[in-house]
């Protein structure tokens, strides 16, 4: 079993003070968890919006999740057999492989079983900022407005509340008028083809009526259980 590496001098890369503290923080974090939880999973999370990972975080607030520099984490778990900080803990360091997107330590006493199920199930619909590009041809169909904008068999959808024909008529310049207590469209609404560069007007509809751009999952790419050094990848 590879001895404590808590007295190693580790060398960080060369960056500015600031820089320069918060890898030493974020290695130092890591170090502290791995001797504080039993398990160490590793997350690819991509490009994640700020409001699903205060999701994560919430949901895990028992737990320590700590976000870096791939390079950082890897230094942090140990990048061979003889710098690994917990046996084995340099093999979580070569699952960190160079992608793209944010990459996550989460430590937590939670059984794996427990850690698979809860991101399986974590999906999120992401939606299109202005001058992103729109994901499909969205069109509003004339007559009675309902809340998918047709994207559903009306069976399965119920009319836009009426108090919305204000905003939907003022605020995205959209040509409705109330008729039978019910949001009503003389006419189809062309709101956008797919691949236009949005402006702020159009993103706002596509995010009323429920238009997803992405849907974001994070990735699970493998653990280390600290309490007999067993590591598996995903």
């Not at 979580?92 to 992608?99: M, N, P, R, S, W």
Request: proline letters at 3%; aromatic letters at 10%.
């Amino acid at each position: 079993m590879p001895r404590s590496k808590r007295s190693k001098l580790v060398t960080l890369s060369k960056t500015d003070k600031k820089g320069k503290e918060n890898k030493e923080k974020t290695f130092e974090a890591v170090r502290q968890s791995l001797d504080l939880f039993r398990y160490a999973f590793v997350l690819l999370l991509g490009n994640i919006r700020s409001n699903f990972l205060h999701d994560i975080r919430s949901d895990w607030n028992g737990s320590k999740l700590i976000l870096g520099k791939r390079k950082v984490l890897q230094k942090a778990l140990g990048e061979s057999v003889e710098d690994a900080y917990k046996e084995r803990s340099n093999e979580l360091a070569e699952i960190l492989v160079d992608q793209t997107g944010l990459y996550a330590l989460l430590f937590t006493d939670e059984t794996p079983e427990n850690v698979e199920a809860y991101f399986a199930a974590f999906v999120k619909l992401d939606f299109a900022k202005a001058n992103n590009k729109a994901p499909i041809d969205f069109t509003i169909p004339q007559g009675i407005v309902y809340s998918r904008g047709g994207q559903i068999p009306i069976e399965e959808d119920v009319p836009m509340s009426h108090s919305m024909e204000v905003t939907l008529r003022t605020k995205y310049k959209i040509p409705t008028k109330i008729q039978g207590g019910k949001i009503y469209l003389d006419e189809p609404f062309i709101v956008c083809k797919k691949g236009e560069r949005l402006d702020v007007v159009k993103a706002l509809i596509l995010k009323q009526f429920g238009v997803a751009a992405t849907e974001f999952k994070t990735n699970l790419l493998g653990y280390l259980d600290t309490s007999n050094s067993f590591c598996k990848r995903y």
